[in-house]
């Protein structure tokens, strides 16, 4: 229901003592029903100074949350709290405690926490599913994490044209329920990532080939912005916002719906090839091969893992075709033989996605980092002889799980980017194709973090210097697969990176989405952690 004109007439009245932001924030609340002078002492209301303001005014909002909203807030020190921790994917965000966690079940839910938050200046996290893997991406700790699990609406267009879906949804939920109807979307890979995050950082998909990456797959946007107002973002309503969007991460407001465009598809051929170290020179070569002539069929969808596991490196290729296919000819050279393990099949959509989740299990941890360079044998074999290498002195970590993932972004891929005014990464097709390098390393111990990471870094800024000393290089970073010690707008490029940053002081001028959600990548460079 919405407030009645007296309640709004009468706080209005009280707010002009306040400071312009905070009488802006409580009036803004009013016309949401709440009456912020219900619920905060004087001191949180008149104390404008943000100097003064700190994580301790955040027992105050978990306080207001759960008489506002009864049964979706989770308190520390409850079984319900606990579980919901160790709900993560990675153990570094598990170990991640916020003062209280606030489920909204609705986009007005959403506005009015954020609000509340910026009226205590409480930090915040969002959490759509929780994939990130360093500390505080989409938890917080001491301060509000919003967890959008309760948004997991789903409804189809009356010409099936277009997929709205609550950004709480994880991508297995949104393919069974399309798969009956013949349908689906541009989406993730691992059945249990959120809907959210993927897409707002870019977003690859097995469908890529056809129609760009997630990002470009959506046509509106429902979203919260700083000011606590419910917009929708589209091509129309506000264009700037609308590009920004793509690839811009979390930094303009709250998505809390995402109407998807749809396309048809029914069972697929997918699954997994395993070779041992003796193929890697085919398997290398057959991964440029397929960089090559990736846009003579854009069904196929291809990664390429070297891992070292028991002692032994791996060549793993993760094939997935958009057909019910056996071995089409663009997968002509990574054929069944010398294999010790093949897994493919004819499935569905959904069962890949499961098949990727066995690979990413809960509650290790976990550490991603990237780079994007051109497509070269000898430099991915380079690339591949130095990930070796700098295993040899973490060989023997508990629990240690490496990989060095390969994923190329075809000509075509980044041909589709550019559609509906384009999107916000920097790709551009007459610099591909490109190789995308994923490194990925799961471990058991928070003993082993600074070899571990170590690591990381060295095979990182010796890979992408590799590229860049022949002339291969690329300054692309994709934030989904980003360390939080990368810097990924910037890596957009300076004119994009500017044009972001424009977005971001136009629609939130108090830079509330810089400021107080300090996780997840910022505008001018790496999380503010």
């Not at 959403?110 to 959490?127: G, N």
């Not at 989405?513 to 790496?526: C, E, S």
Request: some cysteine; hydrophobic content about 40%; proline content about 4%.
């Amino acid at each position: 229901m919405r407030p009645g004109t007296l309640f709004i007439a009468t706080l209005l009245a009280r707010v002009t003592a306040l400071d312009n932001t905070t009488s802006r924030i409580v009036a803004k609340l009013a016309s949401y029903g709440v009456d912020a002078y219900e619920f905060f002492n004087s001191s949180v209301l008149l104390d404008s100074s943000l100097s003064t303001r700190s994580l301790g005014f955040c027992s105050e909002l978990c306080s207001a949350l759960p008489r506002l909203y009864p049964g979706h807030v989770l308190q520390r020190s409850t079984t319900a709290y606990s579980t919901w921790d160790a709900s993560f994917w990675s153990q570094q965000q598990e170990d991640v405690d916020p003062a209280c966690v606030f489920q909204p079940a609705s986009a007005v839910e959403v506005a009015v926490s954020l609000l509340l938050s910026e009226l205590t200046l409480c930090p915040f996290a969002v959490k759509s599913g929780g994939h990130a893997a360093f500390a505080g991406a989409s938890n917080i700790q001491d301060g509000l994490t919003i967890d959008l699990v309760g948004l997991n609406s789903t409804a189809l267009s009356r010409n099936s044209t277009i997929a709205s879906v609550g950004a709480g949804n994880r991508w297995l939920d949104v393919y069974d329920w399309l798969d009956p109807m013949g349908l689906s979307v541009i989406g993730g890979r691992v059945s249990d990532i959120g809907v959210g995050g993927l897409t707002l950082g870019g977003g690859i998909s097995f469908f890529s080939g056809f129609h760009g990456w997630a990002c470009d797959n959506v046509a509106n946007y429902e979203v919260v912005l700083a000011d606590g107002s419910i917009v929708d973002v589209n091509l129309d309503t506000h264009p700037d916002l609308y590009w920004a969007l793509r690839g811009g991460g979390n930094n303009f407001g709250i998505v809390t719906r995402f109407d998807l465009t749809t396309h048809t598809q029914g069972l697929m051929w997918g699954g997994s090839r395993i070779w041992l170290e003796d193929y890697q020179s085919d398997i290398l070569h057959a991964l440029v091969d397929f960089g090559i002539n990736s846009p003579s069929d854009p069904n196929g969808a291809l990664i390429v893992s070297v891992a070292y596991a028991e002692g032994l490196y791996l060549l793993v290729a993760d094939l997935e075709y958009a057909k019910p296919v056996v071995n089409p000819p663009i997968f002509e050279n990574f054929s069944s033989s010398g294999v010790l393990e093949d897994t493919m099949a004819i499935r569905s959509l959904s069962n890949i996605t499961l098949l990727f989740k066995e690979s990413n299990p809960n509650g290790l941890r976990e550490s991603y980092w990237t780079g994007t360079v051109q497509l070269d044998y000898e430099l991915a074999t380079n690339i591949t002889n130095m990930f070796k290498q700098e295993l040899v002195p973490i060989q023997n970590v508990t629990g240690l799980v490496p990989a060095l993932v390969w994923q190329v972004i075809s000509t075509n891929t980044m041909e589709h980017m550019a559609k509906n005014g384009g999107n916000a990464l920097g790709l551009d097709p007459k610099d591909g194709p490109l190789l995308l390098i994923n490194l990925a390393f799961m471990w058991d111990d928070e003993a082993d973090d600074a070899a571990v990471m170590a690591v990381l870094g060295r095979v990182t800024q010796k890979a992408l210097s590799a590229a860049k000393a022949r002339g291969l290089g690329s300054r692309y970073l994709y934030m989904n697969y980003a360390s939080q010690y990368q810097s990924v707008v910037p890596s957009y490029g300076t004119a994009n990176q500017a044009r972001l940053q424009a977005v971001s002081k136009k629609y939130d001028p108090l830079q509330v989405f810089q400021n107080l959600q300090p996780g997840y990548f910022k505008l001018d460079g790496a999380p503010a952690l």
